[in-house]
């Protein structure tokens, strides 16, 4: 069952007794330890890697040099969006503005994604227009009915 020295080191109401040095314990961060292990064997290998695969790339790997374009030249995300805003008044010119921004995504100068997000940037405007107008009408009917007839 359970060594008999083990319960010299207790006292009567079973909490350890001063002096007792404990057990090992839990290693210090063994997660981050083994982390920069590898993140120091990947920067040893990581310029190798690239060495090599830039050489297939120069050879006509295209696969190769897909990989090395990714790396250097990544994908552009999150970049603005410039479209020509028609002039006109509220609610009815945000209609021309999806107009505009669906074309554009047709043609393929902005990204579906892309698109996705200015329609909610339109759609949150068109929201907050909306409460403006309404507010203005729930003051104009406070008045009209504050005032007498």
Same mark, same amino acid.
């Given at each position: 069952?359970?060594?008999?020295?083990?319960?010299?080191?207790?006292?009567?109401?079973?909490?350890?007794? !001063?002096?007792n &040095?404990?057990?090992?314990? #839990? %290693?210090?961060?063994?997660?981050?330890?083994?982390?920069?292990d =590898?993140d120091? +064997?990947?920067?040893d290998?990581?310029?190798?890697?690239?060495?090599?695969?830039?050489?297939?790339?120069?050879?006509?790997?295209?696969?190769?040099?897909?990989?090395?374009?990714? !790396?250097?030249? &990544?994908?552009?995300?999150? #970049? %603005?969006?410039?479209?020509d805003?028609a002039?006109?008044d509220g =609610?009815r010119? +945000?209609l021309?503005?999806?107009?505009?921004?669906?074309?554009?995504?047709?043609?393929?100068?902005?990204?579906?994604?892309?698109?996705?997000?200015?329609?909610?940037?339109?759609?949150?405007?068109?929201?907050?227009?909306?409460r403006?107008?309404d507010?203005?009408?729930?003051?104009?009917?406070?008045? =009209?009915?504050?005032?007498?007839s």
């Amino acid at each position: 069952m359970s060594d008999p020295s083990s319960f010299d080191s207790r006292q009567a109401n079973g909490r350890f007794a !001063r002096g007792n &040095p404990g057990g090992p314990g #839990r %290693p210090r961060n063994p997660v981050s330890a083994v982390a920069g292990d =590898l993140d120091r +064997l990947g920067v040893d290998v990581a310029e190798e890697l690239m060495r090599n695969t830039i050489e297939r790339a120069r050879k006509g790997n295209l696969k190769a040099t897909e990989m090395v374009l990714q !790396r250097v030249w &990544p994908a552009r995300r999150h #970049r %603005p969006i410039e479209l020509d805003a028609a002039p006109g008044d509220g =609610l009815r010119n +945000l209609l021309s503005e999806h107009a505009a921004l669906a074309a554009a995504m047709m043609n393929g100068e902005i990204t579906p994604q892309d698109a996705q997000a200015a329609t909610r940037v339109f759609n949150a405007l068109q929201e907050q227009m909306r409460r403006a107008d309404d507010q203005k009408l729930a003051a104009r009917f406070a008045a =009209l009915r504050a005032s007498p007839s």
